[in-house]
């Protein structure tokens, strides 16, 4: 049974800062993984998608790596802003009726 | 359009009361899912719809009764629940099922529900 697990469970960094969030798989056979953030008692925003068949992905301050081989994703955040504050969340598509498997998610604050 | 809406925002009900969820998208997507969130945990998929048929439910109990009666539109009936099932649930659509990367989920903002 795939297993998802992201480290660390919580971040406190001050605002500027460059940081990265990683999400670890136990089975390499995925489809593609999504990078969710979730902020308190609300829906989830699709940040990036990277097929199983790609490197990495980008999209403006955000940019997010993915080695099956290793069963690693990282998502790398520059320049922090207070507004990036929120629970990131890594998913994985592995077969048939595109079911995710969430990763266990990582508590992001970025301070003033 | 480009959002997943979920109707009611909150609700709260009675372990006797039947009630219903609803989730609609226009993006013209043919697949539609429901997940379960408590609190600090991540989602967890319910149900899965595909061109209006229910491809997947994930041993759901029966007290959850999913329902589309058309490709926009999800509902998900709930009647005698239990005060753990008090959790936030989201709904989702998709382009389509496959493995391209079209078929990327997009999330509403959830039914916050609590059950006394």
């Known amino acids: 049974k795939q297993e998802v697990t992201q480290i660390p469970a919580a971040l406190s960094v001050p605002e500027g800062e460059n940081l990265v969030l990683n999400c670890s798989f136990t089975?390499?056979?995925?489809?593609?993984l999504q990078w969710f953030r979730q902020d308190p008692g609300k829906g989830l925003t699709s940040l990036l998608l990277i097929q199983s068949s790609q490197r990495e992905q980008t999209s403006g301050r955000l940019n997010a790596s993915l080695d099956k081989s290793s069963g690693r994703s990282t998502l790398y955040i520059a320049a922090s802003q207070p507004g990036d504050s929120a629970t990131y969340l890594c998913a994985l598509r592995e077969g048939g009726g595109n079911k995710l498997t969430f990763g266990t998610g990582t508590q992001l604050k970025v301070e003033l | 359009d480009t959002e997943v809406t979920q109707t009611p925002k909150h609700l709260v009900m009675g372990m006797t009361n039947k009630k219903s969820l609803k989730c609609e998208q226009h993006?013209?997507?043919?697949?539609m899912y429901w997940y379960k969130q408590k609190a600090k945990k991540p989602p967890e998929l319910m149900f899965v719809?595909?061109?209006?048929?229910?491809?997947i439910n994930e041993s759901v109990p029966s007290r959850f009764s999913p329902e589309c009666p058309n490709s926009s539109l999800l509902n998900l009936h709930l009647h005698a629940l239990q005060p753990e099932d008090s959790a936030l649930y989201l709904c989702a659509s998709s382009l389509g099922t496959g493995a391209s990367s079209y078929n990327e989920q997009f999330f509403g903002p959830g039914t916050r529900l609590t059950v006394l």
């Open positions: 719809y595909s061109y209006e048929k229910l491809s």
């Open positions: 089975d390499s056979a995925i489809y593609n």
């Open positions: 993006m013209g997507h043919r697949a």
